[in-house]
């Protein structure tokens, strides 16, 4: 089996059906050049200072987390119209509200080995068939040949339950693509890192969102503090954890002061009563005192 892999005009409904189907699919060219390339500048210092190496992020390759805080054009690609689709249609019908689980730059280098396959929902003690809880979103900042490390995706992989079956992960394809490409693939779609067989760094952004009322990977409202955050659109701070997540009486993550910074949620009774709440409590109770005052 291999990864369908589309055009950027390709409707998201054929995209979103090959990644229920397959765990993964590849977008080619979504991104302008300009923009990926102005991304991958604003994360090289941090790639060049990285030194926190180990067996499973790898002895060279170099990694950078918190981009939304030093690569403010990133947010053109985690935000997405694309990714909001993919994102809307995988994970909303489990949340009132989707979050970042984190983002990070990555850079494999030449010499670099094949990382560990891995899933990317692990960390979650959950799974249910059919039920995702994030999905990962990578973003080629240069082409990704089977050459130079292209992320290695197992398809069909996600359909198996970790608690009790393992996929046969020799059956694993390389996510080739052009520089500005995407490949999307399911938090239980087992991946990872190729090897760098090449003279060059391949180097990409990889965004994961999950459900918003699980922990995230990364506490992103501190690696992407307010006095930041501030300065992107609703969306973003959205998608950094800077609202309640859920309406009306089942809100989870309150915040009962006036930084700007958070997004505020509004709605009405139509909404409570359809998550099964009570329109107007507050009303009801105020009408029964009032009912109940001796005359």
């Given at each position: 089996?291999?990864?369908?892999?589309?055009?950027?005009?390709?409707?998201?409904?054929?995209?979103?059906?090959?990644?229920?189907?397959?765990?993964?699919?590849?977008?080619?060219?979504?991104?302008?050049?300009?923009?990926?390339?102005?991304?991958?500048?604003?994360?090289?210092?941090?790639?060049?200072?990285?030194?926190?190496?180990?067996?499973?992020?790898?002895?060279?390759?170099?990694?950078?987390?918190?981009?939304?805080?030093?690569?403010?054009?990133?947010?053109?690609?985690?935000?997405?119209?694309?990714?909001?689709?993919?994102?809307?249609?995988?994970?909303?019908?489990?949340?009132?509200?989707?979050?970042?689980?984190?983002?990070?730059?990555?850079?494999?280098?030449?010499?670099?080995?094949?990382?560990?396959?891995?899933?990317?929902?692990?960390?979650?003690?959950?799974?249910?068939?059919?039920?995702?809880?994030?999905?990962?979103?990578?973003?080629?900042?240069?082409?990704?040949?089977?050459?130079?490390?292209?992320?290695?995706?197992?398809p069909g992989s996600h359909r198996f339950l970790r608690a009790w079956h393992r996929p046969d992960l020799s059956s694993w394809v390389p996510a080739e693509m052009p520089k500005g490409s995407v490949l999307f693939y399911m938090g239980s779609t087992w991946h990872g890192g190729g090897a760098n067989r090449s003279s060059t760094p391949r180097t990409g952004l990889i965004n994961t969102y999950s459900l918003g009322w699980l922990r995230p990977e990364v506490s992103n409202t501190l690696e992407v503090p307010p006095a930041i955050a501030r300065k992107y659109d609703e969306r973003v701070r959205r998608l950094l954890g800077y609202t309640t997540h859920g309406t009306c009486q089942d809100q989870l993550g309150h915040y009962r002061g006036d930084d700007p910074v958070w997004v505020h949620r509004v709605t009405g009774d139509a909404e409570a009563a359809a998550r099964g709440q009570v329109p107007g409590i507050s009303d009801s109770r105020e009408a029964a005192l009032a009912n109940s005052q001796p005359t």
């Open positions: 089996m291999s990864l369908k892999s589309f055009k950027a005009n390709e409707s998201p409904a054929n995209i979103i059906d090959a990644l229920r189907r397959d765990g993964g699919v590849i977008v080619r060219e979504v991104a302008q050049v300009s923009l990926v390339d102005t991304v991958a500048a604003e994360l090289r210092k941090e790639l060049d200072s990285f030194d926190k190496s180990s067996d499973f992020i790898g002895r060279k390759t170099r990694r950078c987390g918190g981009v939304l805080a030093y690569s403010p054009s990133s947010a053109k690609l985690i935000a997405h119209r694309l990714v909001l689709d993919v994102a809307d249609a995988i994970l909303l019908p489990h949340c009132a509200e989707y979050q970042i689980g984190s983002t990070t730059g990555i850079e494999i280098l030449p010499g670099e080995s094949e990382q560990q396959l891995h899933r990317d929902d692990s960390p979650y003690p959950l799974q249910l068939a059919g039920f995702e809880l994030q999905i990962g979103v990578m973003w080629a900042l240069c082409d990704f040949t089977v050459e130079n490390g292209a992320t290695r995706v197992v």
